[in-house]
């Protein structure tokens, strides 16, 4: 990477365990949901969303991100924008969090929610990013030759901001989805939100190798095949979501609407499709055939729950892999478990650039390669 500044800008926190079965552990952490805007229904539905890449991740390692892992002095932190008031946060990687998470460990992704800076038209937005500064420590290295190279992205985290105007879809049943509601599909949502955290984010190396810019075509090996050998076309604003002509195509193999494509609406539901996963894979992550629990998927939990979608003649499924039911989920980390305190066990961060979304939710994540442009924030809007 040159420069290396890192920002996702996509469409939660208090003390909980760290899940050890999977290989990659999602994490919310809602020190910054200080409006308390994330009860136990949102909750539930961002983890069981963040499963849906964690069951799919078994094969994907990371190392830590903290400085002092490397025989590093410097101070790397995460720079994001604060999810419910705005400005500037940084936190520093190897911090204990207010929900005492030890930021930047390995194998982890900490992700921190809230409600309130994302207005107007904005459904949701996420916004990270970390500026390693000095060549030849071995903390830049490992995150200048590791964390970003042509062939490899990891995440860094993030924070994500929901816009608590809008009316979202709640229900706890991953089983069942209503679409007469005429409301947005909040885990569709924070589904796309952790796929830009993931790596659909524009300026990072291993997306830029892959980027066509001259016919604005995503022409990685993996995403071709899942596009019956043909490029992907993508949106030439954020270059970072597929254009919407690819939803009056006939060559996504799965015959899946893909939850990272530019446009969404009310009533409509997506999970991450294996045409996203292609892309994933194109980028560098180990991703499985199919989602396999862990240990701990508890009653009623599920990795062949599929949902097949009935809006623009797709037709086709997606995998809903549920890790435990929501009763479940309540009674272990809900608000009346533990003496009242959430504990989730973990799971799934946008602003100035602004990409206009044809509808539905947004989701912002972004790149800059220059500490100097820091204040170019990439939003990505779903109006």
């Known amino acids: 990477m040159k420069g290396l500044e890192y920002i996702v800008l996509l469409f939660i926190l ?50 830590s991100l903290i400085p002092s892992d490397y025989g590093s002095s410097l101070d790397g932190r995460l720079s994001a924008s604060n999810p419910v008031g705005g400005g500037t946060l940084n936190i520093s990687f190897g911090s204990i969090t207010t929900d005492g998470i030890t930021f930047g460990s390995e194998n982890t992704i900490t992700i921190f929610p809230g409600a309130g800076a994302a207005s107007g038209s904005t459904l949701a937005w996420a ?177 062949t729950n599929t949902y097949t979608d009935p809006a623009s003649g797709w037709g086709g499924n997606y995998y809903v892999p549920i890790r435990e039911d929501y009763a479940t989920w309540a009674a272990t980390y809900g608000t009346g478990a533990s003496g009242g305190a959430v504990v989730p066990p973990s799971a799934a961060p946008e602003p100035a650039y602004i990409f206009s979304f044809l509808s539905g939710f947004v989701a912002l994540f972004c790149g800059r390669k220059k500490f100097t442009n820091l204040k170019n924030k990439f939003l990505f809007r779903f109006t």
């Open 127 to 303: 916004s990270g990013w970390t500026n390693p500064i000095a060549s030849g420590d071995p903390w830049y290295d490992y995150v200048n030759d590791t964390r970003d190279t042509s062939s490899n992205y990891d995440s860094v985290g993030g924070t994500i901001s929901v816009n608590h105007s809008y009316d979202w879809y709640f229900d706890t049943d991953l089983t069942d989805f209503d679409n007469t509601t005429n409301k947005f599909d909040f885990y569709s949502t924070m589904v796309h939100e952790i796929g830009h955290l993931m790596g659909f984010r524009d300026q990072s190396d291993a997306w830029d190798v892959l980027y066509d810019d001259a016919t604005n075509t995503w022409i990685g090996y993996e995403g071709k095949t899942a596009n019956s050998g043909n490029p992907i076309p993508m949106d030439s604003a954020s270059k970072s979501h597929f254009n919407k002509s690819l939803l009056d195509s006939s060559h996504v193999v799965c015959k899946c609407h893909p939850v990272m494509d530019v446009s969404s609406g009310k009533n409509e539901r997506a999970s991450f499709s294996e045409l996203d996963f292609a892309v994933l894979k194109d980028i560098g992550y180990s991703i499985s055939a199919t989602p396999v629990a862990t240990a701990a998927a508890g009653v009623g939990g599920s990795t």
């Open 14 to 63: 208090l003390p909980f365990s760290v899940r050890l079965e999977a290989a990659i552990d999602i994490i919310f952490d809602y020190t910054y949901d200080t409006t308390n805007w994330f009860g136990d229904e949102q909750r539930y539905i961002m983890d069981q969303a963040a499963y849906a890449f964690e069951s799919r991740l078994g094969g994907e390692t990371f190392g």
